[in-house]
């Protein structure tokens, strides 16, 4: 049983050192229900880690169809999104919670 | 307030669709409805006590505490489904449901009863509680903002009324359908709801990095946008995803194929039957 258990934990980190090992990362942070950057640029056809850092009190969602992610992230909470591999274009995101000001897009480049 | 409203609007209709359709099944099936408030209360209960624990449930398993919590939700949900979907097929090719008797007095009716009120009662409540627990958490942002909060809470009031309207609607639609057409169309449509669900499941394993995803599939937003109002509609029935990823596919088809696979033996096996 410990083995099992030790095993399925060790697949798991396993995972998720794949999952977290050198991946191009960049940060958004979110102030006064604003994006800061509200242009980001990333490279083309690479898996990339956002972390998007919430500075306000409340909490916001960060949310994009185009990107298909969805996220609640709580006030002076962060959090881990991870985006691509993406073909050059543009891709909108906003917070659902503010969406009025809270908008943003993801330029993906060569 | 209109985002308060839209927003609202949204999560109440994921779920609404969902208990809904079910209600009309209990409906067809001459069950008792009671399930329902069962269902409501607990997952109103487990939403409060979820948006409660957010901040706790972020931070665990090293920041994907959120996607694999929904992932657990949204899979005992569609495990669910396909069990009951397979359980309820036989019915799609037994006689009429006019002549289906209930029999209260059999026990082995009694337990697959049982059986039905329990997956309709995990249905309904883990999925008011991955929704409204949303809900809770965007109302909480507003409690120091005096100045907004009526105006909020009442697009929020408005968009849950509308929520529930539309499922309202989608029940009498489906409880006064012909009985020959009932069963067939309530497991389409709650099997395509199975799949975009199993979609949801492969998206947060693909959002903390779990799984690889690749370029889409398609891009259908040039026939339905996901941002328009029918995209929403479809978003909230059937997952609709202008661009799906290979891996959303594959778990799709692995959704799906239970069902297909049921409703494929039945067939053959009325074929054999009739052919004696």
């Given at each position: 049983m410990k083995r099992i258990i030790n095993s399925t934990a060790f697949v798991y980190l396993f995972f998720c050192a794949i999952a977290y090992a050198e991946v191009p990362t960049f940060t958004i942070e979110i102030r006064d229900h604003l994006f800061f950057p509200s242009q980001l640029i990333i490279p083309a056809n690479t898996k990339v880690k956002l972390i998007v850092i919430n500075r306000d009190a409340t909490p916001e969602e960060f949310e994009s169809y185009e990107l298909n992610r969805e996220k609640v992230i709580m006030g002076g909470a962060k959090a881990i999104i991870f985006v691509g591999p993406l073909v050059p274009g543009d891709y909108p995101f906003f917070g659902e919670f503010n969406p009025k000001t809270a908008q943003g897009i993801i330029r993906v480049e060569n | 307030m209109v985002d308060a409203v839209l927003l609202v609007l949204r999560e109440v209709l994921e779920a609404a669709l969902i208990m809904s359709l079910l209600l009309a099944l209990s409906h067809k099936l001459q069950l008792r409805f009671r399930w329902s408030l069962s269902a409501l209360f607990l997952g109103l209960m487990g939403s409060w006590i979820l948006a409660q624990y957010t901040y706790e449930i972020t931070d665990a398993m090293d920041g994907t505490g959120q996607e694999l919590l929904n992932a657990v939700l949204y899979f005992s949900v569609v495990l669910s489904v396909v069990v009951l979907s397979v359980l309820i097929l036989p019915l799609a090719f037994a006689?009429?449901?006019?002549?289906?008797?209930?029999?209260?007095?059999?026990p082995e009716s009694g337990s697959r009863h049982k059986l039905i009120y329990g997956l309709f009662i995990i249905i309904v409540s883990f999925s008011v509680a991955r929704e409204g627990s949303e809900i809770w958490i965007y109302l909480s942002g507003f409690t120091n903002q005096s100045d907004m909060i009526s105006s909020v809470y009442i697009g929020a009031a408005i968009g849950a009324g509308i929520g529930v309207s539309l499922g309202a609607i989608t029940y009498y639609a489906f409880a006064f359908m012909h009985k020959k057409y009932f069963v067939p169309v309530f497991l389409l449509v709650i099997t395509l709801l199975a799949g975009g669900l199993s979609m949801q499941i492969a998206k947060q394993f693909l959002q903390i990095g779990l799984l690889n995803s690749t370029a889409p599939l398609w891009d259908s937003s040039f026939l339905v946008n996901e941002h328009s109002w029918l995209g929403e509609l479809l978003y909230a029935l059937l997952g609709y995803d202008a661009r799906p990823a290979p891996i959303q596919g594959v778990f799709y088809l692995l959704t799906v194929s239970p069902i297909l696979l049921a409703w494929v033996w039945h067939t053959w096996r009325l074929r054999a039957n009739t052919h004696e």
């Open positions: - | 006689p009429p449901l006019a002549t289906h008797r209930r029999t209260p007095d059999s």
